[in-house]
């Protein structure tokens, strides 16, 4: 067997949960079948890797239209495939036209809906339609679409109501506890002046209407005095949105001590250090498939305070590895209850100690035992099986 991995981020060009489960995802197939991927960007040197640039004539047209191009070179490339496995709608299309081409399966995992992201049209303006027709038009004609929790599914059936529940299938999202895991140095905080003697609250993510940057911020307002708050946020989606955070955060750094704002990507190494050190994590996401970024830092041992949204409560079991917020939509008086839950729930684990850690160490344990790759990786295999 050999399957076509097809994505748009693949190493050393990842920038959210997307990429990272490529990453894995590949490196575990590969102990049991033949894998190729196709992702987009310049060459990565590195073998059954086949990159894609946007072509020539696209370059200067909306972005999905270059996406899209970048589908049909990759269509073209998978010949030798016997299943394709597509991930995010940059490369559904892709996933569908082989599968058209070549009468070959195709597997979509789906790490979020089109439908349920309407802000991205401040991203993609018409290309939005275009980006939620690539998704539909895949989903529908998939042999088997992958929801990444039991939240996700429920999603996808609501979102694509003619797709048959039977072709959906959940296989979460997995974490290498060998590299995520809690390491002793400290020389990353020194270096953006984090001290270990103060509590440490820690977001990791993208500027995005999705992860609720802009309401972290204006929850920060009311966390607990003395309160140390690292923002780890980059990449926005627009500069209107980029210009509205660093507003926030500029207002927020006025108001209080210890708003550190790092907004470069940071290597792997040096995340580590910042989720081993903070005493809480924090995801506010106004929608989340899954949200790997909450098993990292459960593998790193470090209790979280996340939104009760979409696949988050399949892996922050409330109570035992962290505290879970409702969040219910974008008027006025529920943004405002959801931002003062959110400090409330925060603040709680400040105060206590012993339970946070006591919540560190279970995420670490519940990350080890549920969410390894290899099983993840096996069940992918299972699946691909079944459709040949």
Not at 287 to 308: D, F, K
Request: glycine share 8%; with cysteine; aromatic share 6%.
């Amino acid at each position: 067997m050999r399957a076509a991995l097809i994505s748009r981020e693949y190493p050393p060009d990842v920038y959210g949960g997307a990429g990272v489960h490529i990453e894995f995802l590949t490196r575990e197939l590969r102990k049991l079948i033949e894998v190729e991927v196709h992702c987009f960007g310049a060459p990565r040197g590195e073998d059954g890797v086949h990159a894609y640039e946007v072509p020539h004539t696209l370059r200067t047209a909306n972005a999905a239209l270059g996406t899209l191009g970048v589908d049909v070179e990759m269509a073209a490339g998978m010949s030798a495939a016997n299943l394709a496995h597509s991930h995010t709608w940059y490369a559904n299309t892709a996933g569908h036209l082989a599968s058209l081409l070549y009468d070959i399966p195709h597997v979509v995992t789906a790490h979020s809906l089109e439908p349920l992201r309407p802000w991205k049209a401040e991203q993609l303006g018409g290309g939005y339609r275009l980006s939620s027709w690539a998704e539909r038009t895949a989903y529908e004609a998939a042999a088997a679409v992958i929801a990444v929790s039991d939240g996700m599914a429920a999603d996808i059936l609501a979102a694509y109501p003619s797709i048959d529940p039977s072709r959906v299938r959940i296989i979460p999202n997995g974490i290498d506890t060998e590299l995520y895991r809690p390491v002793s140095g400290t020389d990353v905080l020194q270096r953006y002046g984090l001290s270990t003697d103060a509590p440490i609250v820690l977001f990791v993510g993208r500027i995005t209407r999705q992860k609720g940057v802009a309401h972290l911020v204006a929850a920060a307002r009311d966390f607990a005095p003395g309160t140390q708050i690292a923002l780890c946020a980059g990449a926005p989606d627009t500069p209107e949105l980029a210009a509205e955070i660093t507003a926030a955060v500029t207002e927020l750094q006025a108001g209080r001590d210890g708003v550190v704002w790092i907004q470069e990507m940071l290597p792997r190494e040096e995340l580590l250090q910042l989720l081993t050190a903070a005493d809480v994590f924090l995801c506010p996401s106004i929608y989340e498939p899954q949200g790997i970024v909450n098993l990292e830092a459960m593998a790193c041992q470090t209790a979280v305070v996340a939104s009760r949204v979409g696949g988050i409560p399949d892996v922050v079991v409330e109570g035992q590895t962290g505290l879970l917020v409702d969040y219910a939509g974008e008027e006025p008086a529920a943004v405002a209850a959801f931002r003062h839950s959110f400090a409330d729930a925060v603040n709680q684990l400040l105060a206590d100690p012993a339970r946070r850690r006591s919540m560190g160490v279970a995420g670490r344990e519940r990350a080890v035992a549920v969410y390894g790759w290899t099983a993840i990786a096996e069940r992918t295999v299972q699946l691909y099986r079944s459709l040949l």
